[in-house]
């Protein structure tokens, strides 16, 4: 079902790989990550990012208010955002039993779901234009903009405070979670990573071929493997790379190499 690019909001849960495409109805699953079955999504919306947790898939669509909601990667039903926005972040937060999604660019909103349905309004201010987002198994959300803005919360996305990352780039950073969930990484697209197991302690390190473009592969949560993402096109998803650990997050560089991050 790749033949064409557009492919977005990757996903993993109850042994499947769940895959959107943006504006369409159509969506593929997989149980292994190489033969992927075509699916029905409830409308043709701009689905953007899409997130599992709690036995539940969900996808959030970009532009406009729709999101959808399954239980095993194939049969999907709607639901509705609290308001439409550029919806482009939603994470699991597993100390709450809850989804949290997030808007960029402005105007900025965020909202919760217990169930990948029904959501309810919550806190935006003091977020900052948010390229990424996780929770950490503590409960504190971390939500990370560009050049070297970030915040975090501990109450569950009801207030944020502002923080700065110890190294600032004109590019957006791209987040990822290790596959414990225990840490995560912000990484520029070029060399620089910065790595946080707290959220606010950050680590900073320096990938090789400086002047490469490095890209984030996912960590799927319960499989030893990670896999990378591209909304270009999902042709490079089907680069599958073992992870030695749970704490491994995985980066692809030029003509094929790739480093793992410890």
């Known amino acids: 079902p790749f033949s064409t690019s557009g492919w977005r909001g990757l996903m993993y849960g109850a042994g499947v790989f769940c895959v959107a495409k943006y504006g369409t109805t159509a969506g593929a699953s997989s149980g292994n990550g190489t033969a992927w079955t075509t699916i029905t999504l409830p409308s043709a919306a701009n689905w953007n990012t899409g997130a599992f947790g709690g036995g539940i898939f969900v996808l959030l669509a970009n532009g406009g208010s729709a999101c959808a909601r399954s239980t095993n990667g194939t049969t999907w039903t709607s639901g509705t955002l609290p308001v439409a926005g550029g919806w482009n972040v939603v994470f699991r937060d597993e100390a709450r039993s ?18 990948g349905t029904t959501w ?15 929770a950490l198994p503590s409960g504190r959300y971390v939500a990370v903009g560009s050049t070297s803005s970030y915040a975090t919360s501990d109450d569950g996305g009801a207030s944020w405070t502002a923080r700065t990352l110890p190294v600032s780039r004109a590019a ?5 979670q290790s596959l414990d969930g225990g840490r995560a990484i912000a990484q520029d697209g ?9 959220g606010e302690s950050w680590t900073a390190s320096f990938l090789p071929y400086t002047t490469a473009t490095w890209s984030v592969i996912a960590p799927v949560r319960g499989k030893p493997y990670a ?29 094929g190499y790739h480093v793992r991050v410890r």
Do not use: Q
Request: glycine letters at 10%.
């Open 98 to 115: 809850r989804f949290f999604a997030h808007t960029a660019p402005a105007p900025f909103y965020a909202a919760y779901s217990s169930d």
């Open 120 to 134: 309810t309004a919550a806190t935006a201010s003091g977020v900052p234009g948010i390229c990424g987002g996780f």
């Open 172 to 176: 957006s950073w791209r987040v990822v």
């Open 190 to 198: 070029s060399a620089t990573l910065l790595s946080t197991e707290d």
């Open 227 to 255: 896999l990378l993402t591209g909304r270009a096109s999902l042709n490079p998803i089907l680069r599958v790379y073992p992870a030695r650990s749970g704490s491994d997050i995985v980066l692809r560089g030029p003509a």
